[in-house]
């Protein structure tokens, strides 16, 4: 089992940025890829970024630019940095890791809410 904790979140005016953490407890051993989603107001949920255990990124392509996923492997931490925040940007933001075993858990999600 893998226990996954957010934090960072929190309501923020357009344009700052933001630095999301997401650490992971338990059996760490058998994180494999970690990730960031995220779910707006009435939306279904989406992949925001995702980092290997060998540090390679993915990100989705409408959201390339602004985020930056990063990942301290002896911490058991994964970060999502955020710039020029848009209101658009207001969503509960999810950290999800998948193990070796192919097994995937998720957070209870930290909500940003960008708003002046």
């Known amino acids: 089992q893998v226990q996954l904790v957010e934090s960072g979140g929190g309501l923020v005016q357009p344009g700052v940025s933001l630095k999301l953490s997401c650490e992971a407890s338990?059996?760490?051993?058998?994180?494999?890829?970690m990730s960031w989603h995220r779910q707006a107001p009435e939306k279904q949920r989406e992949l925001v970024a995702t980092?290997?255990?060998?540090?390679?990124?993915n990100y989705a392509d409408s959201l390339k630019g602004r985020f930056t996923i990063f990942r301290d492997i002896v911490k058991n931490t994964v970060y999502l940095q955020i710039s020029s925040l848009k209101p658009d940007d207001t969503a509960v933001y999810y950290c999800?890791?998948?193990?070796?075993?192919?097994?995937?858990?998720w957070g209870k999600g930290t909500l940003v809410t960008v708003s002046s």
């Open positions: 999800s890791v998948r193990s070796v075993y192919g097994i995937h858990y």
């Open positions: 338990g059996n760490t051993v058998t994180i494999s890829t």
């Open positions: 980092i290997t255990s060998d540090l390679n990124t």
